[in-house]
Structure formats: C-alpha cells, structure tokens
C-alpha cells in the first residue's frame, strides 16, 4: 500500500469532530506543549528532571530540523494537493517533512522520562502516547508513514545516548568539584558557535534553529547559577505550588511575547529572546519563588535516586 493510498484511507474516515479531535492530541508533541509542561515539572517535581528534559528536547529538536534541511522532503498536503485535511491541521506541520518532528520529540521526552522515574506507568503511557501522535501526523497530512516510522525510533535512539552520557557526567561531578565556570562557558559558547556556524553557511536553517539554540544557552546558564547559588527547594503544598505555576506562566509568558514585541524579526534577535524566557524559567522563577516561599533546597535535594524524581 503505498502513501497516497494510506493518506486517502484515512481522509476517508475523517469528520469534523474526529479533525477536532486528531488536533488536540497532535498538539501533545508540539513545542508549545512542552514549553509549558517542562518548567512545571522543573518549578513543581524536580529541577533536575526538568533541565534534563529541556535539554534533551532542545538538542532532539536540532538534530530533527538539520535532518530536515538535508533531506529536504515536501509535506504530503503539498505533494498530493487533492488531500482535503482541514487547514488548521495543516497548519501543525510546516516547512520539510522527513523525519516527523512530534514523534521524534515526543518519543525523546517519553524515553527519558520512563528512564529517569523507572516506573511501568511512564514506559505505557510513553509507548501509547508516541503512537497515537504518529498516527496523529499521517492522518492529518503533514507526515508520510515513514517520517513518522524514523522519527519515533530516531527520538528513542537520542533520549538513550543522552541519558547514558548524563549518567557519566554526574558520576564525575559527584566528588564535589566546582565546575560553574567551565559549565557556564560550555552553555554559551557551544550554541553560539553553532548559531555562527549555521548563519554563515545557511541562514534558513538557522533562523529554524534560533529558538532551539537560544532556550539551550538560557537553560544552561539558569540552571547552572541556580545550582550554585539560588538553590530552590521545588516541595511545596498544593496551594503554593498552583501560585508557583501561574506566577511562573506569567513571567514565561511576558518574557516570550513582550520580548517579542521589543527584539526585531530576525534569528540572533529570536536566539537571545529564547535564551531570556530559559533563564526565566530555570533561575529567574525560582529566585522569585524562594523571595516568596522562603524554600532552600536541602544539600542532597537534587541528587536522583532510581525511581524517584
């Protein structure tokens, strides 16, 4: 069977509720979906947890678009305009096809997650989860079968590498060595050498990767000072930690939009944009939490145990 086939079996099937529908849960794998569960999981579960997962999305999401940029694969909907997807569904995927971006972020943050809580729950729901936004993503014509079938795995392969490397680096660093320093310049000059690199060799893909290299920077820097310095302790009751996540919402937000409002439309502008709203979220927030609440992390809080956050 080849796509068009698949493509015009499931447009076959489509109603307007089941479009509804197929748009919610596609939007599980959307950048927007994350920016806002990963600073919750950071401000509210664990600080660790949600640099990891900030990370490893940012650099999933590099490698995805430089694929992208190398293969070059047009949507379906272009491919084959007789498709009749609703144009809001269309709308999830723009730009190169091949490989599916929402499976593959989507399968790195569920892989890393299922790896770092070790429960049965996070590998089901991960699974699950995965296969229903593929699914999601053929049948609203932004992804062949196998975008979606390279994608998914490709996502896995990635969250492993990282996790075994993260693994290392926090063994070595459990001597007690102060390393702020030398984190703090591999941060910034790591995403800025790629965004130079890229702008002089090619200024679409960099102007698709801005965000993603400047949430990096942002993120390394914020968590590394927070580590050092602000040293937050995310336990809270219920009620503290709903103000935590509607004051933290609020300033992500602000920075983001009225950031966007200020900076010119071009990538460095957008780099530096992103890097302001990870900073925000990784040291400016819970400095503001702390101020607030008045927590300090205790000398072990951030040390991960197997099964536990």
């Not at 999830?92 to 299922?114: E, I, K, M, N, R």
């Not at 996070?122 to 993503?137: D, E, M, S, W």
């Not at 390279?150 to 492993?160: E, R, S, Y």
Request: hydrophobic content about 50%; proline content about 5%.
């Amino acid at each position: 069977m080849d796509s068009v086939t698949v493509f015009e079996a499931l447009r076959g099937i489509a109603t307007p509720g089941l479009d509804r529908v197929i748009k919610v849960v596609t939007d599980l794998g959307s950048t927007t979906f994350y920016m806002i569960v990963i600073p919750i999981l950071y401000w509210c579960i664990s600080k660790s947890l949600g640099f990891g997962l900030a990370m490893i999305l940012s650099i999933s999401n590099y490698i995805n678009v430089g694929i992208k940029f190398i293969v070059c694969r047009p949507r379906p909907y272009v491919a084959f305009p007789h498709l009749d997807a609703p144009e809001y569904l269309k709308l999830t995927g723009t730009g190169y096809s091949f490989p599916s971006g929402h499976a593959q972020v989507t399968s790195t943050f569920w892989t890393y997650l299922a790896r770092t809580v070790r429960r049965n729950w996070a590998t089901v729901v991960g699974i699950t989860v995965v296969v229903v936004v593929a699914f999601t993503r053929v049948y609203a014509t932004v992804h062949y079968p196998t975008d979606v079938l390279v994608g998914a795995p490709l996502g896995l392969a990635i969250a492993l590498a990282y996790s075994g490397i993260e693994r290392r680096l926090r063994a070595s660093n459990a001597e007690g060595r102060s390393r702020v320093g030398l984190q703090l310049a591999i941060s910034i000059v790591l995403p800025g050498l790629a965004f130079a690199l890229s702008a002089s060799r090619n200024p679409a893909f960099t102007e698709e990767v801005a965000q993603v290299l400047g949430f990096l920077a942002g993120a390394g820097v914020g968590y590394t000072l927070e580590n050092a310095y602000v040293k937050y302790d995310v336990r809270a009751g219920l009620p503290v930690q709903v103000v935590k996540v509607i004051l933290g919402m609020a300033g992500l937000m602000g920075v983001r939009y009225g950031l966007k409002a200020l900076f010119p439309q071009a990538a460095l502008w957008n780099m530096l944009r992103y890097t302001a709203v990870a900073i925000w979220a990784t040291l400016g927030a819970p400095f503001v939490f702390k101020t607030l609440f008045g927590r300090k992390a205790p000398a072990q809080a951030e040390r991960r145990r197997p099964g536990s956050f």
